[in-house]
């Protein structure tokens, strides 16, 4: 009957072996700060890690689970995702599914970029005309769905014309873009308080034109100064930070000026850019991924080859450019700009900083502890220290070494539980 009675117990109260102390124990820890650690045991009480020691000292009333010769480190947290767009025509996918049917497409790419070892991710706006991606975000902080963390922006504010509109259709059809399309400072301070509203975290701004989108030139800026500083001051109203897409040298230079917290892509940066970032303590997000991802698939939509061609062109200046950045010091965050490629491939936008100059330990870091600070949450994430989310990954062999094996994730751990364990 006593048997009896705990299973009934432990089947109402499904919290109840997650409550439980766990320790995880490996041959090595990455731990985001900088350091390895030598046969880890990583004590974690609920969500929270409570001690870095050894196996000596592992509390008796922890349960051990040992990943043998596995190398431990943080969640890795990805600073530009789009879970909402699909890898075919993002201008229009928004147009043939409703908000509705995005936010499930959205929740499946988010389990999946999880599974692969990104337990915390920033939107940088997305393609749905509603705010699909925060009503995933709420549902997961409720506990109705499993998923990373999730920040950011519900859409890109975009000028007419811009990167955010439909420049292809005739004037007479009038329909709605994914992005919200303003023109003057009094629009933005409007559509930013309108993002803040329905639960936007970060603003997104298309200061600059974009590679994937048709009837815009990414050399060129489409927001002034007056409508960039309009959404910075009016977000700061509010303690929102602001992401600015910026490829030109001039975008990015203005929306520096104007108090961004982050450049995404900065393609076309050049030295005066550079300069200007490490004054103002700006971080940047080259998003290589998004690069190399598309150079491997055939398509023939029209947006997809104008940004190829134009990545063919500048390639070479790009790498140059972000080579010389690592160099100056410029702060890098990391941020692959996944649009529904597989979750595994993000990754790979590690061995990019590799090949720009960071040692692999630099890469993690940039992808862990610089990540938290840049979402103003490195209390909570971003290392493997007591007080901290228990948000960790295992792979088999050594980062280190080979910075692939983190496109090869087999122990994701997040809010301490194991998401998936496949040693």
């Not at 009896?4 to 820890?29: D, F, G, M």
């Not at 919200?180 to 009094?186: A, K, T």
């Not at 700006?282 to 690069?291: N, S």
């Not at 939509?301 to 010389?324: C, F, H, V, W």
Request: proline letters at 4%; one cysteine or more.
């Amino acid at each position: 009957m006593r048997h009896l009675r705990l299973i009934i117990l432990l089947l109402l109260t499904p919290n109840l072996l997650s409550a439980q102390k766990i320790a995880l124990q490996a041959k090595s820890l990455i731990d985001g700060t900088g350091k390895v650690v030598s046969n880890p045991v990583v004590v974690i009480n609920n969500d929270k890690i409570v001690a870095v020691t050894t196996k000596a000292n592992v509390p008796k009333d922890a349960t051990l689970i040992d990943l043998g010769d596995f190398t431990l480190l943080p969640g890795l947290i990805d600073l530009h995702v789009h879970p909402n767009l699909t890898t075919g025509d993002y201008q229009v996918d928004h147009l043939r599914t409703s908000s509705a049917a995005k936010a499930l497409l959205g929740l499946k790419n988010l389990q999946d970029i999880l599974a692969a070892g990104w337990t915390t991710v920033r939107v940088a706006g997305d393609g749905d005309v509603g705010y699909a991606n925060l009503e995933v975000r709420d549902a997961i902080n409720k506990g109705m769905f499993t998923g990373p963390r999730i920040y950011g922006a519900g859409h890109y504010l975009s000028a007419t014309g811009g990167g955010g509109d439909i420049n292809f259709l005739s004037y007479e059809q009038k329909v709605i873009a994914d992005g919200l399309v303003i023109d003057g400072p009094e629009e933005m301070r409007k559509a930013v308080r309108t993002e803040i509203k329905y639960g936007s975290d970060w603003v997104k701004l298309l200061v600059t034109g974009a590679f994937m989108s048709a009837g815009d030139n990414p050399n060129n800026v489409h927001f002034s100064a007056e409508e960039v500083k309009a959404a910075v001051d009016e977000a700061s109203r509010r303690d929102v930070p602001v992401m600015a897409h910026a490829h030109a040298a001039e975008g990015i230079k203005l929306a520096v000026k104007a108090g961004v917290r982050t450049i995404e892509h900065g393609s076309f940066i050049d030295e005066e850019a550079m300069d200007l970032m490490i004054q103002k303590g700006t971080w940047l997000i080259p998003t290589f991924c998004v690069h190399t991802y598309f150079e491997k698939q055939p398509s023939v939509d029209p947006a997809l080859q104008k940004s190829l061609e134009i990545g063919r062109k500048t390639k070479e200046s790009m790498y140059t450019n972000m080579r010389l950045a690592v160099k100056k010091g410029v702060k890098f965050g990391l941020g692959s700009d996944n649009v529904g490629w597989p979750a595994s491939y993000s990754a790979s936008e590690l061995a990019e900083y590799v090949s720009i100059g960071m040692t692999p330990m630099q890469a993690i870091v940039c992808a862990t502890k610089t990540n938290a600070e840049i979402l103003r949450k490195e209390t909570e994430i971003g290392t493997v220290e007591p007080g901290k989310f228990a948000d960790l990954i295992a792979v088999k062999g050594d980062p280190l070494k080979d910075i692939s094996e983190l496109q090869r994730v087999k122990f994701v751990m997040a809010n301490g539980k194991i998401i998936k364990n496949e040693r």
